[in-house]
């Protein structure tokens, strides 16, 4: 794994824990805007990684 990847997966995972404390203080598009901008993020990392043609 690249560093940049464990990186971005650290931001993502901090996105997600704001995400949860948003919907729990009932700021519903916080949680939501959020919560997809660190899907999209673990989405593009992964689908980066495991391109084809990878070492």
Do not use: C, E, Q
């Amino acid at each position: 794994m690249k560093v940049t990847t464990v990186y971005t997966a650290i931001i993502a995972l901090i996105l997600l824990f704001i995400s949860v404390v948003a919907w729990v203080f009932k700021f519903v598009d916080l949680a939501l805007v959020t919560s997809d901008l660190a899907t999209i993020m673990l989405l593009v990392v992964y689908l980066w990684d495991n391109r084809k043609g990878n070492d």
